[in-house]
Each structure stands twice: as structure tokens, then as C-alpha cells.
């Protein structure tokens, strides 16, 4: 008999499915040389290791390469590498990443085979319907938000970097509105939505192409002083496909603007009750 032996037949959505069972522990374990362990923010696979949102932020190598040129070179470098590039100079630039970890609900650990208890974050209106979960925190947000940390059964899987693409138009013309007449739901970019459709990212979208019905509050914070982030837990009720995300700054598939649809590579099969923690960040940086 060899160590691991071949899962039986299993059903469909059955959280055995790829496993492999120990005859010597009585366990069932993951073989996955794929999939790097990390207790703490997720089991992650190797090809996507330099994917993970970082604990420090890592600059491009390209404005540093301007910065050197303007300061050691001529001062005027960057305004002529814009010229040549836009057609115009280029003050202060924008762009968004989507990163995401994804909670295998109910299911064992693929390391170890046991079933962990997890700490999952919600905002209050988004618990798991089920209720298996133990409350073991509560967090009030600046703006009012409470969110609820919990110990819940599965294991976190770290996708990482899955989107990096276009803000929309229609949130810049939005953001011309709010300069003539301020009102207070630029404010509120925090409402997450999932969406099943994988057609192609444009920066004209104004809603998802097919919203999957879902949506949580997420939070909102200064990651820096050039970076605004907002972290939102969506839990799934079906087995469905996610392959799109908007972050809006008003509740409902249409809500207000959409700052961003992310187009999400890899997809996440997701079944019901998983939960999937997507981390919006918008970066405004200064350009050399």
C-alpha cells in the first residue's frame, strides 16, 4: 500500500474532491507541490508568489529611472519623454489593482486535512446566512461601518494581483463634477460587486456586463499617502463562475458611479457560502 492513496468517487462540490488519504494519520491532504503553505494570509501557488499584495510597497523601476535622468541629466527629460509619449506632459497619473484571497468555506485544510478555524472579517450586513461562525470581534469604521471579525471553518487560499487595468471615464468626469459641486458620496467608493462575465475590460463600462446579484461594504483606508484602498468580503450563494468586480460609490447593481470594473484573471469557481475578500487599491501618483 503506498502513503497516499487515490481519493474515492465523490460527488460533485463534494470538499474532497482532489484530495488524497493517509492510511498511517486517517487525514486527508492536498498533493499540490503547487500550492506554497502559509497559515497566516493564505496557501498561495508558487507561479504567483510575486503576485501577493506586499507588506511593503515596491515602486516601478521606470519613475525612478526619470527621477535619475531629470536630476542628474537634464531637468527637463520626463516633460519630453511626456511630450513624446501623450502629447502632453503628464502631472499626476492614475491607476487601480484588484488583489484577492478567496475562503474555501467548510472545507479542510489541504496541508494538514483538518478543518481550521479561520478569522474572516464582514461588514455587519454581510455575515454568512448559515451562521457556523463564532464572533470574536467588532471594528467601527471612522465613517460609521462596523465590521465583524469572526472564526470560521475552511482554509484561505491568497490568489493575489488578479486585475490592473482601466479606472473609467466615467468615474474622471465624475470626479470634474465634484470639483464644481462637491457632495458627500465621493466619499463612499466601498460597495464591492461580483460579476460572472469574462468579456473584455473597457474604460467607458459604467456596470458590470453580468452582476452576480452579490454585495458587500467594504472598508476604506489610507494605504498611503497617494493610495486609497477599500477591502470587501463577498460571501456566494450558488456555485457560479466570478470572473468581473465593480467597486461603486452607492448600493445596488446601477448604484451612483463605477470607479473600475476589473476584469479578474484567474477566474474563481466559487460555491456556495465561500467567501471572496477582493482589495481595491486606486493609486494617484506624482510622475517625475
Not at 51 to 62: I, T
Amino acid at each position: 500500500m503506498t502513503l497516499l492513496e487515490e481519493t474515492p468517487a465523490v460527488k460533485p462540490g463534494s470538499p474532497f474532491i482532489g484530495l488524497q488519504h493517509n492510511p498511517y494519520t486517517g487525514k486527508w491532504a492536498l498533493d499540490r507541490p503547487d500550492l506554497v503553505r502559509d497559515d497566516i494570509k493564505g496557501h498561495y501557488r508558487r507561479s504567483r508568489a510575486g503576485l501577493l499584495l506586499p507588506d511593503v510597497r515596491q515602486e516601478p523601476w521606470q519613475p525612478k529611472l526619470l527621477a535619475w535622468l531629470r536630476d542628474n541629466v537634464n531637468r527637463k527629460i520626463p516633460h519630453w519623454y511626456y511630450k513624446a509619449l501623450l502629447g502632453h506632459d503628464l502631472h499626476i497619473s492614475a491607476y487601480a489593482a484588484l488583489h484577492l484571497r478567496y475562503f474555501h468555506a467548510l472545507r479542510p485544510d489541504p496541508f494538514t486535512g483538518e478543518y481550521r478555524q479561520c478569522v474572516v472579517r464582514y461588514h455587519e450586513d454581510s455575515l454568512p446566512k448559515d451562521g457556523e461562525y463564532q464572533e470574536i470581534g467588532l471594528f467601527h469604521a471612522k465613517n460609521g461601518d462596523v465590521f465583524v471579525e469572526v472564526l470560521r471553518a475552511g482554509w484561505w487560499e491568497n490568489i493575489g494581483r488578479v486585475s490592473e487595468y482601466k479606472v473609467t471615464v466615467a468615474f474622471r468626469d465624475f470626479e470634474v463634477d465634484q470639483l464644481q459641486v462637491e457632495t458627500s458620496v465621493y466619499g463612499d467608493y466601498k460597495f464591492h460587486r461580483p460579476g460572472t462575465s469574462g468579456a473584455a475590460e473597457d474604460n467607458t463600462h459604467t456596470a458590470l456586463t453580468t452582476d452576480a446579484g452579490l454585495e458587500a461594504t467594504g472598508s476604506q483606508t489610507e494605504a498611503a499617502a497617494d493610495q486609497y484602498r477599500s477591502v470587501g468580503t463577498v460571501t456566494a450563494d450558488t456555485t457560479e463562475t466570478w470572473a468581473e468586480h465593480s467597486i461603486r460609490n452607492a448600493t445596488g447593481a446601477a448604484g451612483g458611479t463605477m470607479m473600475d470594473r476589473n476584469l479578474i484573471s484567474p477566474t474563481v469557481a466559487v460555491v456556495n457560502l465561500d467567501t471572496v475578500e477582493f482589495t481595491f487599491t486606486l493609486t494617484k501618483t506624482a510622475e517625475a
